[in-house]
């Protein structure tokens, strides 16, 4: 299931974690390689999911792909930042992100197309052409051809109207993970496993993480990301 899901969305690494829906199902499934087939039988897609996942019942047995796990990067929005507010992080430090980010946005217009693309992979056919335009080394003199201009211009303005309704601020190190369960039960309290999709490189330390979406102090929290073998080969 998750070759094929790496194959339709012509993924340069399989994923790990999926949000799915199947029939009246919904929710996150990870990938296990303990249901791997045994040697010398068919292999089959098996698929488990909690009763919590069951929202309705339905005979439909397709699988609809919402999401694919792929590094994205980290934003701050106005749901954080009034809750970074009242957990006591002083309003400056977020004016200063957003002047930082306002600057860039308007002196460097193919910034914002680097911002719509930054996921690496998938994507609309015109922002795969324009990251595939950007990867070329073309960005220097983007504006001298009109077609990549107006399309440049267009993530400009969309970013920054994202900027002045959203509070959309970029944050460096930062990235937008998906939440799955400790399935082997090897992560003491306080731990989490976090893995590159586009790397698979394993992040280690201190963790700042937001749950989304954030309604209450409880929502922020510290972590520490730790490395466990057994997880790499999940």
Partial sequence: LFRQVAERFGLARMPSALQIRLGGVKGMISLDTRLAAV???????????????????SRDRRVEVCEVSRWLPGRLNKQVILLLLTRGVPAGAFLDLFETETRRLLTAPHDAAYDRTSGGEGGSEVLTIVREVLAAGLYAT?????????????????RIAELRSKCSLNVELSALLFGIMDERAVLSYGEVFVRRSDTGAVVE??????????????????????????????
């Avoid at 040697?39 to 019942?57: D, N, Q, T, V, Y």
């Avoid at 983007?142 to 969309?158: G, K, T």
Wanted: glycine share 4%; proline share 11%; hydrophobic share 45%.
């Fill in 39 to 57: 040697p010398g039988e068919k292999e089959i897609a098996i698929l488990h999911s909690r009763p919590s996942m069951a929202k309705f019942a």
């Fill in 142 to 158: 983007p504006l001298a051809e009109p077609w990549c201009s107006s399309i440049l211009h267009a993530m400009q303005r969309q």
């Fill in 205 to 234: 330390g201190d963790l700042f993480v937001v749950k989304m979406p954030c309604l209450q102090p409880g929502d922020v929290l510290r972590l520490r990301a730790v490395d466990r073998p057994e997880l790499r080969a999940a």
